[in-house]
């Protein structure tokens, strides 16, 4: 019985595609002012690309050791699949969820449920940037949905841990804070980045998100 339970996933494993790198849905040098073009370039053909080839890498390797049976290499590839891995989800996100033509506010049901649950958009605003300013080292902030509770809720998440897998909460927006995000441009100032992303949040597509995880 053992036996033909492993069937299944090693034969997905065996069968997978590689993971690849997303294309932007705008140029290098769309988001400037807010965001220079020489970090979109940096941030996405190197850092993302680079989350990309490991993870693709720890998983041959993870395949490879649940073909021998091997538990003690499956627990040792786990630190660089959660990284790798979470890198990859956390930073396809984050690309759509900025716009050349972003910025303002959200409208229809996101907009009552960010009042509902934080009071006004601008107290979300200023508890969203604090968490993010907040986070220590690197790492991300983020608007999730709590569908147990039927809430919007905001968290921070170390290094590259992916909000849903080690949170619970569906990620919506996601704000990164690691240095090679803002620092080309702004320096060790982390605050003036923050300040700077809500110009170019894509509030069309964290409310396709919001709309989504609530079906």
């Known amino acids: 019985r053992s036996g033909v339970k492993l069937i299944a996933p090693l034969g997905c494993l065996a069968s997978r595609q590689k993971h690849t790198l997303p294309d932007l849905p705008y140029d290098y040098g769309a988001l400037e002012p807010h965001i220079n073009a020489e970090i979109m370039q940096l941030h996405h053909s190197k850092h993302h690309a680079t989350y990309v080839n490991n993870l693709n890498v720890a998983e041959e390797k993870y395949k490879e050791a649940l073909s021998k049976g091997d538990v003690t290499a499956q627990v040792s590839l786990q630190p660089a699949l ?13 690309w759509t969820n900025l716009s050349p033509n972003g ?46 509770h039927g809430r919007l809720q905001i968290a921070a998440c170390a290094n590259q841990d992916p909000l849903q897998g080690t949170t619970g909460l569906i990620p919506l927006l996601g704000i990164d804070v690691w240095e090679h995000a803002y620092y080309l441009q ?21 409310s396709s998100r919001y709309a989504a995880c609530k079906k």
């Open 82 to 94: 959660k990284f790798n891995g979470g890198g990859h989800i956390n930073h396809t996100i984050f």
């Open 103 to 148: 910025g303002g506010e959200p409208k229809g049901e996101l907009m009552e449920a960010i009042k509902r649950d934080f009071g006004s958009f601008a107290n979300f605003k200023e508890k969203l940037t604090a968490v993010s300013v907040g986070v220590q080292g690197s790492g991300w902030g983020w608007l999730g949905y709590n569908k147990e």
């Open 186 to 206: 702004y320096k060790n100032v982390r605050p003036d980045y923050l300040k700077a992303i809500w110009n170019v949040i894509n509030w069309e597509n964290v």
